[in-house]
């Protein structure tokens, strides 16, 4: 007997199994490797390809990525996307765009994306989550139910995504303190903040000094990722400075 058998499932079982059976005999097969052969199978046995799909990618997610995301929760800003990871990541995206069901596609990318460590590989996750959801609202009728529930989700994502953006525009920056943190969801009022940061008056009296944040930098990127106009975030932070609340004093 070959030494497969003891680790091998048969798959000549499939013809005579219940459906339930089925997709337990696939998953514990299933690998980047396996999956043609099994969407054949899967094809041949007349069963939902959106499962198959959808169980593809939890399974890859798990074995391939999970465990490295796992590591780099501790490692700011690092990627998982390299030579080795690269094609996988790839070949999960080309599972999600093949579910056909774009409702069930948007979700389980999401349930991925909230998986992955704060750094550009969530951002561009939930990127991706966005596009799907926006694929999924077009697709459907504003009469449909289905239609407000895109639109809720399509929402949810994006303060996900502009959060996690901003977070991550914080910590490339090395500006990710506790107060600045706490302002993420209010991304003008960090703006604001980020001017008030002691570098900036640090600089002006000693502009050849130790590597200070780019203020500006931040401050546009932030605006970006948060479709904010700066010229109307400059025009308050001049009323703020030359109007300010509290006069001085008469000595």
Known sequence: MSSFAHTRLPFHLLF???????????????????????????????????????????????????????KLKNNECSSLINKET????????????????????????????QELPTGPDKIHALKFCLHLAEKWKKNISPKEESFERAEVLIKKL????????????????????????????????????LYEHGSVEERIRNPTGRD??????????ISEVNNLSMNKIRDLLLDKWLCPNTLPQAS
């Open 86 to 113: 690269a094609k996988t990541v790839l070949t999960i995206q080309s599972y999600l765009q093949s579910i056909s069901n774009p409702e069930w596609a948007a979700a389980i990318a999401h349930r991925i994306a």
């Open 16 to 70: 005579f199994t219940t459906s339930t059976s089925f997709w337990g005999i696939i998953s514990s097969e299933l690998s980047e490797e396996s999956f043609p052969t099994l969407l054949l199978i899967s094809k041949l046995m007349k069963v939902s390809l959106d499962t198959l799909y959808m169980t593809a990618v939890k399974h890859v997610f798990e074995k391939s990525l999970r465990p490295k995301a796992l």
């Open 212 to 221: 200070y944040p780019e203020i500006h930098t931040v401050a546009k990127q």
């Open 158 to 193: 994006t303060v996900q995504y502009q959060r996690s953006a901003t977070e991550n525009v914080l910590i490339a920056h090395k500006l990710n303190t506790p107060e600045f943190l706490k302002q993420i969801g209010k991304p003008a009022t960090l703006i604001v903040s």
